[in-house]
Every structure is written in structure tokens, then in C-alpha cells.
């Protein structure tokens, strides 16, 4: 069982970084491959980014590639979204997620949820 907390979202303008930060609770988060979603108003949730447990593997959606990068620092329960460049396209609310699987691209891949937290990004 974990618990997943997100922060660090807000109200940026086009061309603006963010870093978005996931906080989780019990022992076990450095076993899970961590993931990041993120839902705009009226649409599916869709995959941004995923790390696996010992951050040596990550992989991004097309969309994000080459701005947007996802880290982990285990000592710390947390997984990171650094957002840069960002697009008025990218305005969402951003979910971590936390997965037993290895790979996992949808959300019925992964087990747990945070709250998300919302990007909004000005043109």
C-alpha cells in the first residue's frame, strides 16, 4: 500500500518551467515504477511519463519528449516531473501513480493515485 501526494502546481506562462514533486508514504515506494498522467478538462487521462524503480529506465509520450524530465530519489519516497518549455497544450492536472508492473502506459496499469495536482499555462 502507498499514498501518493502531488504539489507544485500552478499558474505559469507560455515558455515557463515547473517542477511538479510526488511525496509517498510506506516502505516499499523504491519497488514500484512511478508514473505521471495528466487530464485535461473533458478528456482521458493521459500518460506522460514513467521511471522504473531504479531510475535506469524512463520513457516519455511524444508530446513531452525533450522537455519534460521524470526522476526519483528513493531516500526521500519521491518522484519529480521537471517541465520545461511549457505549451498552453500542457494545462492539465497532473497525477503520480505507482505501479507493480514493469512498464506500465495506461492507467489501468498502475495501482495507486494521488489526488493530482492542476498546470495551468498561459499563452
Known amino acids: 500500500q502507498v499514498q501518493l501526494v502531488e504539489s507544485g502546481g500552478t499558474l505559469v506562462q507560455a515558455g515557463d518551467s515547473l517542477r511538479l514533486s510526488c511525496a509517498a508514504s510506506?516502505?516499499?515506494?523504491?519497488?514500484?515504477?512511478m508514473g505521471w498522467f495528466r487530464q485535461a478538462p473533458g478528456q482521458e487521462r493521459d500518460f506522460v511519463a514513467q521511471?522504473?524503480?531504479?531510475?535506469?529506465?524512463?520513457y516519455y509520450a511524444d508530446s513531452v519528449k525533450g522537455r519534460f524530465t521524470i526522476s526519483r530519489d528513493n531516500a526521500k519516497n519521491t518522484v519529480y516531473l521537471q517541465m520545461n518549455s511549457l505549451k498552453p497544450e500542457d494545462t492539465a492536472v497532473y497525477y503520480c501513480?505507482?505501479?507493480?508492473?514493469?512498464?506500465?502506459?495506461?492507467?489501468?496499469?498502475?495501482?495507486?493515485w494521488g489526488q493530482g495536482t492542476q498546470v495551468t499555462v498561459s499563452s
Open positions: 501513480a505507482a505501479s507493480v508492473r514493469t512498464a506500465p502506459t495506461t492507467p489501468a496499469g498502475y495501482n495507486y
Open positions: 521511471i522504473s524503480w531504479h531510475s535506469s529506465y524512463t
Open positions: 510506506g516502505r516499499t515506494f523504491s519497488s514500484y515504477t
